[in-house]
Every structure is written in structure tokens, then in C-alpha cells.
């Protein structure tokens, strides 16, 4: 078990609380939109893999981004500190 300390919240159940609150609206609106309980059902489910999708997309696309800042590089053949040096001729 992890420790917290007092007053701190965790991210994952805010989500989890988030994502839970989605799909329970989701699943009532269907219902009572088109009073079928197999529709709500597999639309509720589609919805659930598109969420899980796009967190998954993001959380790589984030990895992406922190390993090539760790490397050092910077998308579009910049260098890191954003300026290229300029080649002297030594004479």
C-alpha cells in the first residue's frame, strides 16, 4: 500500500469517478432516449473503449514526448536550446 499524506487526493480515483459518471449519463440518456436496453448497453460499451483508447493514445503520446526531451532533441530538427550555432571559418 502506498502512503499519503493526510489531505491529498489521488488522481486515479477522480478519474475513475470521472470516467464512471460518463458512462452511467451516457447509458441513461440512451435509455430513455431509445427506451432499449441492448442499445444503451453496446453504445455504453463503445464509449468505454473510445475513453480507454484516447487515455491510452495520450499516456504514449506523453511518454513520446519525455523521452525525446530526456534525449535532448526537439521535433523539427530544432536543437534544444532553440538556436542553431553559426559555423566561423577558423582562417
Known sequence: MIWRK????RC??????LVGL????NA????FA???LRVAVVT????SLLLQAGYFGRVLFLIWQSSSRARGTRHRGQHADGY???RVPVV
Not at 493526510?6 to 487526493?9: N, Q, Y
Not at 441513461?28 to 435509455?31: G, L, N, P, R
Not at 455504453?44 to 464509449?47: G, I, P, R, S, W
Request: with cysteine; glycine share 4%.
Open 6 to 9: 493526510p489531505g491529498e487526493r
Open 34 to 36: 431509445l427506451d432499449s
Open 22 to 25: 460518463v458512462l452511467c449519463s
Open 44 to 47: 455504453t460499451l463503445a464509449c
Open 28 to 31: 441513461s440518456m440512451v435509455y
Open 84 to 86: 542553431r550555432k553559426a
Open 12 to 17: 486515479t480515483s477522480s478519474l475513475c469517478r
